[in-house]
């Protein structure tokens, strides 16, 4: 692959939206596995608020994973600009505070509160919002 191809920033969303959808998807499976052994620093009622928020998280970053994909397969068909290269980094910005602040809010729990690590995912909704904005008015 050439350096042109791989500087590209259409195949750059592609890449990183198929690698964050295998790591939220692995995390699901852990989730899975402590469903299936029953562990109890996940299920109990007392941690209660680390399975809502590492479920969040999975499905959070499952789901902006696949907003990647989708921007890098539609990057040729939107208008180069700028605004446009602002908008990659608000939404590669997001994909990491988003669910990495539900993942750390359920790293360290005070029940019925998560983490502190939860501030972060306001932060990454507004870069998501303003992300899929600035996508939205290059269309
Ligand atoms: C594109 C792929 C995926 C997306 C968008 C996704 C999305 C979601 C969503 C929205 C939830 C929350 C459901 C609810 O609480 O009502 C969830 C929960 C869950 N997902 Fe996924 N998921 C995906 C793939 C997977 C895979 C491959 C696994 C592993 C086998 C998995 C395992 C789980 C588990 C175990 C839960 C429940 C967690 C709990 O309540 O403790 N997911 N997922």
């Known amino acids: 692959m050439s350096d042109a191809e791989t500087s590209d920033p259409g195949r750059q969303h592609l890449r990183f939206g198929f690698y964050a959808l295998l790591t939220f998807i692995v995390l699901g499976f852990l989730l899975e596995f402590f469903h299936g052994f029953r562990i109890g620093s996940y299920l109990s009622e007392e941690t209660e608020p680390r399975r809502l928020m590492w479920t969040l998280a999975h499905a959070h970053g499952?789901?902006?994973?696949?907003?990647?994909?989708?921007?890098?397969?539609?990057?040729?068909?939107?208008?180069?600009?700028?605004?446009?290269?602002?908008?990659?980094?608000?939404?590669?910005?997001?994909?990491?505070?988003?669910?990495?602040?539900?993942?750390?809010?359920?790293?360290?729990?005070?029940?019925?509160d998560p983490g502190l690590g939860v501030v972060f995912v306001p932060i990454g909704g507004v870069f998501l919002f303003v992300g899929l904005a600035l996508v939205a008015r290059q269309t």
Request: charged content about 5%; overall charge positive; hydrophobic content about 60%.
């Open 62 to 112: 499952a789901l902006i994973a696949l907003i990647h994909i989708t921007l890098g397969a539609a990057w040729s068909q939107l208008r180069p600009s700028p605004r446009l290269r602002m908008a990659s980094l608000c939404l590669f910005a997001a994909a990491v505070l988003l669910p990495g602040g539900f993942f750390l809010g359920g790293l360290f729990v005070y029940p019925p």
